[in-house]
């Protein structure tokens, strides 16, 4: 494969990855993969020379934090109506179809 720390990538770099990966490409496929690669590690060679000492390092580049509502019980629909709206049911329950290779 092409020297580590360099952008460029030839199409045997290709061609190995995708046997590794058990891709049959086509000569075509394996001239654009190897152009659309190659842009891609340009882009992150650029990346990498960036001075980032003073950026803090994240798990993600906003804030997150989980919303939830307090669990308040509310009005439902009433079982005996739902189960009277559908196709089958069985036992206060909807009766569904059999998995395949179930009995």
């Not at 580590?4 to 046997?19: I, Q």
Request: glycine share 6%.
């Amino acid at each position: 494969m092409s020297e580590p720390g360099t952008a460029r990538l030839a199409e045997s770099d290709v061609v190995h990855v995708a046997k590794l990966a058990r891709l049959a490409i086509t000569a075509d496929e394996v001239e654009r993969y190897t152009t659309q690669l190659g842009g891609m590690l340009e882009h992150f060679a650029d990346i990498d020379s960036l001075d980032l000492s003073s950026v803090e390092p994240m798990t993600h580049p906003l804030p997150l934090s989980n919303v939830m509502r307090e669990d308040v019980v509310k009005p439902c629909l009433d079982r005996g109506e739902v189960l009277a709206a559908s196709p089958a049911s069985e036992d206060g329950r909807f009766r569904v179809p059999p998995m395949a290779g179930e009995a």
